[in-house]
């Protein structure tokens, strides 16, 4: 092949051997020119599995790769299946809804690997069979969906001789990559049915009364995002409507009818958002129905969540999670532990009866308060919570509270993965063990290398465990001693 043929625009016949990280598949291809024959050149295909035949358009091009788009399967790989969503393909939620689910967990487990080993620069270290998540659909706990006054229009819309309403109210998830437009939906397979009946109510509820939507452009407008939190082992719901602004008599009139429409809604919040920011989180909030929060279960253990504390996505694989940070930390009675990023304090308390005393920090507020009252509910006695920036150093807060040093740290960061700050930090603090959880294997490979080099860790054994099937995310859980 020869590097005209690899222009923008172009459209080739691909071989599909390899998967790579955010579900592309690979086509290595010789390529020759009048200078050189590079027989290492990589395309990396949208929408292609190994095994596939694939005519890809070409989307760009540089020296030693390209990336293209499936246009056409010519050969299907033995992997695919029919994906169940009819929104699939558009929609940025599921990516690989049409790979087995055997074919999935293999390549997650794959792309923790490799993603550690280039990474990270680690060798030598021990990887578990990856965790298989019992539930493919219907698993979530939370669902976050987003207002916009530009809907998405697809292309059986576009194609369509008759005209297109309701072009300015969406109710549905973003494009990936596309911010200010919303797919409008109507069902989503990945929390329980009860959310769709809440997702459609909703939808027709403010549309029928022409309620304006927030703009990012003009930053005025109304709605911004509906939240649906679930509980999988109690019976509790919470529907969060999040606002730019008040306004009771609206919310008031919405609370009643939804709770006509969907009785087993339990509590309904209004988070007011103040800020430009495009986030599913209010500067304050007002409850018009409920407690504003619900419970849930991990293990043996019950928790209370607010609107804007963060619980384990996936309640009935969190405890395989966890069960993974308790097997990797051996705790013993007399271990001082720090749980860093707690939320709402649901590891700390999960590990309390195995250990002397644990120390859970977080910057939100609310999920410290969360947290505090979890450790009441459950009659724990040895976790205690502290709020701090984890962006900042936290070793003030040790000293202002006297805090014996740790003997094991756990971390379980955002997506983003530890500030170097807090890295440095527990290098400085020198606990024996750590074990980081992470959503992430990219920031957690980054922050592994760091721990290795000026920290002195080793890298001992990784656990994957499956808590988003059909997405490409997965959770691991590291083990480092000193």
Known sequence: MTAEELKKGNILRLNITDYAFEGKGISKISLQNDEERNSNFVVFV???YPGDVVDAKIIKKKKNFAEALTEKVIQKSEDRTEAKCRYFGVCGGCKQQDLNYSAQLKYKQDQVVETLEHIGGQSDFLVEPIVA?????????????SF????????????????????????????????????DIEECHLHPETGNKILNFTREFFRSRNTTIYSTKTHTGYLRNLVIKFSHHHESLTVNLVTSQENDKLMTEYTKNLLKEVPQVTTVVNNINLRKAQIAQGDYEKVYHGEGFIFDSIGDYKF??????????????????YDAVFDFGKFKKEDIVYDLYCGAGTISIYLSKFVKSVFGIEYVEEAIADARLNTELNSVDNCKFFAADLNKSFLNLIEVNSLPKPDIVVADPPRSGMNPKTVKDI????????????????????????????????????RPVDMFPHTYHIENVALLIK
């Not at 998540?133 to 969906?145: A, D, L, P, S």
């Not at 006054?149 to 494009?175: C, M, P, Y």
């Not at 400085?428 to 294997?441: A, D, F, M, T, W």
């Open 304 to 321: 209370r969540v607010s609107a804007n504390s963060f619980f384990q996505t996936n309640t009935l694989q969190a405890e395989k999670l």
């Open 133 to 145: 998540c019992e539930k493919i659909f219907n698993y979530r706990n939370k669902m976050e969906f």
């Open 427 to 462: 290098i400085r603090l020198s606990p024996e063990k750590i074990v980081y959880v992470s959503c992430n294997p990219s920031t957690q490979a980054r922050d592994i290398k760091m721990l290795n080099e000026e920290g002195g860790y080793k890298l001992i054994n990784v």
């Open 46 to 48: 949208k929408g292609a």
């Open 148 to 183: 916009s006054d530009k809907r998405w229009l697809t292309v059986d819309e576009l194609n369509s001789e008759q005209g297109i309403e309701n072009r300015n109210f969406a109710l549905g998830l973003h494009i990936p990559r596309i911010f200010d437009k919303v797919l």
